[in-house]
């Protein structure tokens, strides 16, 4: 059997489930005299937005409910817990992108690695969704809450390789590619090289069609 030179494949959330954003944003308009539009402003408007700021672990749960809270004006009918169910359910399981990735190839898919950007309240209710349980071990998760940086930092993508058991001065040339945030499937590393995919809000065939042309697929 010839080893395939892929060393890691780095798979972001945004491309296993859906995340409807603006519907919580309208949902938490019910709570209050302000707008979706400007309750979302609010949350994500600034480069180190409280959004930012949550899902770089510098806030825990209880500190992102008050603060969102008091800057978007929601009265105190919401509890912390409403608030959270409100905030995690945006996100839906999709079944296709599970079945999708039990096509890959048994050697490649100890090197799937999810590096993705999330809050710890989304991440505790989607953790249960079919895709994760599938195929990724707790050791393949690298939460961008725990590592205190958000992508496209370098300090996540080398937890990730890392994870990959990639080593320091394979690290360093697969991260080559640099400063792209909106890629879902990322980092493909080859050798001593990195190849971009951009597969946002791709449908299983087109993802399909992906892992297909690289070969990774049974």
Same mark, same amino acid.
Request: charged share 25%; glycine share 4%; hydrophobic share 40%.
């Given at each position: 059997?010839?080893?395939?030179?892929?060393?890691?494949?780095? &798979?972001?959330?945004?491309?296993?489930?859906? =995340? $409807?954003?603006?519907?919580?944003?309208?949902? *938490?308009?019910?709570?209050?005299?302000?707008?979706?539009? =400007?309750?979302?402003?609010?949350? %994500?408007?600034?480069?180190?937005? @409280?959004?930012?700021?949550?899902?770089?672990? $510098?806030?825990?749960?209880?500190?992102? +409910?008050?603060?969102?809270?008091?800057?978007?004006?929601?009265?105190?009918?919401?509890?912390?817990?409403? !608030?959270?169910?409100?905030?995690?359910?945006? %996100?839906?399981? /999709?079944?296709?992108?599970?079945?999708? *990735?039990?096509?890959?190839?048994?050697? &490649?898919?100890?090197?799937?690695?999810?590096?993705?950007?999330?809050?710890?309240?989304?991440?505790?209710?989607?953790?249960?969704?079919?895709?994760?349980?599938? =195929?990724?071990?707790?050791?393949?998760?690298?939460?961008? /809450?725990?590592?205190?940086?958000?992508?496209?930092?370098?300090?996540? %993508?080398?937890?990730? @390789?890392?994870?990959?058991?990639?080593?320091?001065?394979?690290? !360093?040339?697969? *991260?080559?590619?640099?400063?792209?945030?909106? !890629?879902?499937?990322? +980092?493909?590393?080859?050798?001593?090289?990195?190849?971009?995919?951009?597969?946002?809000?791709?449908?299983? =065939?087109? @993802?399909?069609?992906? @892992? +297909?042309?690289?070969? *990774?697929?049974?």
């Amino acid at each position: 059997m010839v080893k395939s030179p892929i060393k890691a494949l780095l &798979i972001d959330i945004e491309s296993l489930v859906r =995340h $409807e954003r603006f519907k919580a944003m309208e949902r *938490l308009a019910e709570f209050s005299n302000n707008s979706a539009a =400007h309750i979302a402003e609010v949350i %994500y408007r600034e480069k180190n937005s @409280l959004a930012d700021r949550f899902e770089k672990g $510098e806030l825990s749960p209880q500190d992102f +409910y008050f603060r969102v809270r008091d800057a978007a004006g929601l009265n105190r009918d919401i509890t912390f817990e409403m !608030f959270c169910h409100i905030w995690s359910t945006a %996100y839906t399981d /999709y079944l296709p992108i599970a079945a999708l *990735l039990s096509q890959v190839k048994d050697d &490649i898919r100890q090197k799937m690695i999810l590096c993705t950007n999330i809050d710890p309240i989304s991440w505790n209710f989607i953790k249960e969704f079919s895709v994760f349980k599938m =195929h990724f071990p707790e050791e393949n998760i690298v939460r961008s /809450y725990e590592v205190g940086s958000l992508k496209p930092n370098r300090r996540i %993508y080398i937890e990730a @390789l890392r994870r990959a058991g990639l080593g320091e001065k394979e690290m !360093f040339k697969s *991260l080559s590619i640099e400063g792209n945030a909106s !890629f879902q499937i990322s +980092y493909i590393a080859k050798g001593g090289r990195s190849e971009l995919f951009n597969c946002a809000w791709a449908l299983p =065939h087109e @993802l399909g069609n992906v @892992l +297909y042309r690289l070969g *990774l697929l049974k």
